[in-house]
């Protein structure tokens, strides 16, 4: 049974926020900053949180010259342009609200790692740059393909490569302290341990049900308005949505004595993409080569993947050369139709930001900034 005092005040909310990552909180500061009398509360199903935002490669990027070379041909050149001016802004956002320093903002830039497969998209390179040259100013991607042999990596495999100067990396971890530092000073609550089954139309109110196992019986929250921040886990709470979910995997070596490269690296479309975390190589990817099986939610490793990894950082980044494995995981991301995320409301009480196509860092602040003028 719930006490008095859990009812009247732990249990009745003015917002909240399912899902506890980037999008999550950057919504709830961004609700505060709109409502700032209003009581929030973020209803977390982790101890940390349990997705993306915290297990991700810390890209903060917004397109490498493959990938968008193809999207341009798939998708045609408004909505590319359109969904690049989102993550690059999304991006300058970000930053403008934690600040460079305490996320551990490092701008080396980043480069495409071209090989064969892919000689089509640099031959194309000067018309994708006129294209992004309306957004960027600059000629946003340059041949830097005299680079391959001081980097080290395998020139029979490598042919060509594309540095952009805008990219950086981030420490994923340190941003999540960040945005929840920032929450705790704007009075947002964040409640982990916090599983939502349900959300049900209550009246005016919405009901958001939320079942731990120190409770005999769900707990319910009623609310004025829900806000579904809970990316590739939406459709188990809303199945019309119809989100994909994908796993990611990322391993990290030891440290490696006199690393010759620093930035952001995408291979493959970006199917697979490294970076330098100091001195050692941070690696991830893969996912598009077991397509079928990575089309899940549980974040445990796969051997063929890690294998995958293992065998491409020797044999094509590091041309032959053995170092160890210190850390490995996974996450999971949202995907649907296009990559362009969902932010609508479903009703005037209930609003979602989710689907980011693995590259919330990038999105999430302007889908927050979306989301919440939705909601009057
Ligand atoms: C391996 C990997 C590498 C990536 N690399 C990059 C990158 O370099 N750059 C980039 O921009 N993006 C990258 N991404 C994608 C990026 O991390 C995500 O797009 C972003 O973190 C999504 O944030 P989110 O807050 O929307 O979702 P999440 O971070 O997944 O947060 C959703 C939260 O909701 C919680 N939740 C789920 N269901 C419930 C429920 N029923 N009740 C309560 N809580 C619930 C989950 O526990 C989770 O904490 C990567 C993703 C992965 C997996």
């Known amino acids: 049974m719930i006490s008095f005092w859990e009812k009247t005040a732990l249990l009745s909310k003015d917002f909240i926020i399912i899902g ?17 009398q209003k009581k929030i509360v973020v209803l977390e199903r982790g101890i940390l949180p349990i997705g993306a935002t915290t297990r991700n490669a810390g890209f903060a990027c917004f397109g490498s010259l493959s990938e968008l070379y193809y999207d341009f041909q798939r998708e045609g050149e408004t909505k590319v342009l359109d969904l690049v ?6 991006l300058q956002k970000l930053i403008q609200i934690t600040g460079k320093k305490k996320i551990h903002y490092e701008a080396f830039g980043g480069y495409d790692v071209i090989n064969q497969k892919h000689q089509i998209a640099f031959e194309h390179l000067e018309e994708v740059n006129d294209k992004l040259y309306g957004l960027f100013k600059i000629r946003i991607f340059n041949d830097v393909t005299k ?19 805008l990219e950086a990396q981030i420490h994923s971890g340190f941003l999540m302290q960040r945005l929840k530092e920032i929450a705790y000073s704007k009075e947002i609550e964040i409640i982990t341990g916090a599983n939502v089954s349900r959300i049900e139309k209550n009246n005016e109110n919405e ?6 196992e120190a409770w005999r019986n769900p707990l319910i929250f009623t609310t004025q308005h829900v806000i579904v921040c809970n990316n590739a886990f939406a459709s ?20 490696i004595q006199n690393l010759p490269f620093k930035g952001t690296f995408h291979y493959d479309e ?15 990817g893969a996912r598009n080569l077991f397509y079928e099986k990575e089309k899940t939610q549980d974040i445990h490793a796969t051997t063929e993947i890690l ?7 020797k044999e094509i980044i590091l041309n032959g050369k053995t170092v160890q494995i210190t850390d490995s995981w996974s996450g999971i991301m949202g995907f649907g139709e296009s990559k362009l995320p969902i932010i609508k409301s479903l009703r005037p009480t209930l609003h979602i930001a ?7 860092v990038a999105l999430a602040s302007t889908a927050a900034e979306k989301v919440v003028k939705l909601i009057q």
């Open 307 to 313: 294998e995958y990894l293992k065998n491409f950082l």
């Open 207 to 212: 009901h958001v049900i939320v079942e731990n």
């Open 354 to 360: 989710v689907k980011f196509s693995g590259m919330g």
């Open 147 to 165: 680079k391959i042999k001081h980097f080290g990596f395998n020139e029979q495999i490598i042919k060509n490569l594309v540095y952009n100067p």
């Open 20 to 36: 506890g990552g980037i999008t999550g909180l950057l919504t709830a500061i961004e609700l505060s900053k709109k409502f700032p």
């Open 270 to 284: 970006g199917y697979i993409y490294f970076r330098n975390l100091q001195n050692r190589i941070l690696l991830g």
């Open 236 to 255: 188990n709470l809303l199945p019309e949505l119809n989100i994909e979910s994908g796993r990611g995997q990322v391993v990290v070596t030891e440290p």
């Open 85 to 90: 001016e989102q993550r690059y802004r999304g």
